[in-house]
T-cell receptor, first 115, second 116 residues
Framework: GAGVSQSPSNKVTEKGKDVELRCDPISGHTALYWYRQSLGQGLEFLIYFQGNSAPDKSGLPSDRFSAERTGGSVSTLTIQRTQQEDSAVYLC?????????????FGPGTRLTVT | AQTVTQSQPEMSVQEAETVTLSCTYDTSESDYYLFWYKQPPSRQMILVIR??????QNATENRFSVNFQKAAKSFSLKISDSQLGDAAMYFCAYRSARKTGNQFYFGTGTSLTVIP
């Protein structure tokens, strides 16, 4: 079946502009995660959605970052008033459930460049 | 919060040889899951192997195996008969088994080079 898809694959924006990054998880997966990966760095957790539960937003670095998940499926990560330090690859992953040893399936990521 | 440490930023191995990537983690929990993910230059993260903490037997997937030492909180990945396609970033990850707030925690990764 189809894997996790993300769009756009690359995004270049000017400092101060808002951007929206989209994630389409695997159908039927109830858990969805957003991560940020800066050049040469590991994965920084941003936010986690599990079914209809309130999302875990503990990883969002500032109030310029927000995310929503509509209808338990597609998710959008929004970064307002982008800064150069926001430049990174943003990875989305989904999992069949938020429990157990179910693995995360990752999308190809969106490379965000803020000029 | 749990922390995952990969102390080897870069490793290299000769093709067909064996290499071990190290990972340690810090947790006060007794039940959890551990994972190794591979990220090739294409950026697509792929699961390599997983281990349940309550299982004493080390997980094995073809040429990949782990050495899980629960008391030492160590979870190393051994790649046997290394192939050129194994060249990638490898991330170790931890996940709690509790029912809420069980996000994944990733290490900073080890870049593996395979020398022909």
């Amino acid at each position: 079946g189809a894997g996790v898809s993300q769009s756009p694959s690359n995004k270049v924006t000017e400092k101060g502009k808002d951007v929206e990054l989209r994630c389409d998880p695997i159908s039927g997966h109830t858990a969805l995660y957003w991560y940020r990966q800066s050049l040469g760095q590991g994965l920084e957790f941003l936010i986690y959605f599990q079914g209809n539960s309130a999302p875990d937003k503990s990883g969002l670095p500032s109030d310029r970052f927000s995310a929503e998940r509509t209808g338990g499926s597609v998710s959008t990560l929004t970064i307002q008033r982008t800064q150069q330090e926001d430049s990174a690859v943003y990875l989305c992953a989904s999992s069949r459930t938020g429990l157990g040893d179910y693995e995360q399936y990752f999308g190809p990521g969106t490379r965000l460049t803020v000029t | 919060a749990q922390t995952v440490t990969q102390s080897q930023p870069e490793m290299s191995v000769q093709e067909a040889e064996t290499v071990t990537l190290s990972c340690t983690y810090d947790t006060s929990e007794s039940d959890y899951y551990l994972f190794w993910y591979k990220q090739p230059p294409s950026r697509q993260m792929i699961l390599v192997i997983r281990q349940e903490a309550y299982k004493q037997q080390n997980a094995t997937e073809n040429r990949f195996s782990v050495n899980f030492q629960k008391a030492a909180k160590s979870f190393s990945l051994k790649i046997s008969d290394s192939q050129l396609g194994d060249a990638a970033m490898y991330f170790c990850a931890y996940r709690s088994a509790r029912k809420t707030g069980n996000q994944f925690y990733f290490g900073t990764g080890t870049s593996l080079t395979v020398i022909p």
